[in-house]
């Protein structure tokens, strides 16, 4: 396994756990938003742009989602 796909695996993994703690806090909507930018990395870097740009976008997607919740709840 080179460097590449497990870069690829935490940044999938990293997602998947913060995504099913979001409902806890704030921060791990900001956290799953970082998440979703490694691993739209890891699509470029792969080679595989179509699943850059989708998870590029879910970012931008979870960061509004943090900011909304953020300014609703007046914590981070």
Do not use: K
Request: net charge positive.
């Amino acid at each position: 396994m080179d460097s590449l796909t497990v870069f690829g695996a935490i940044a999938v993994s990293a997602m998947l756990l913060f995504y099913a703690l979001e409902a806890r806090a704030a921060v791990f909507v900001l956290a799953f938003a970082g998440a979703c930018v490694a691993s739209s990395l890891y699509g470029f870097l792969q080679g595989a742009w179509p699943f850059g740009v989708v998870e590029l976008i879910w970012s931008v997607v979870a960061l509004r989602r943090w900011y909304m919740r953020r300014n609703a709840t007046g914590s981070a």
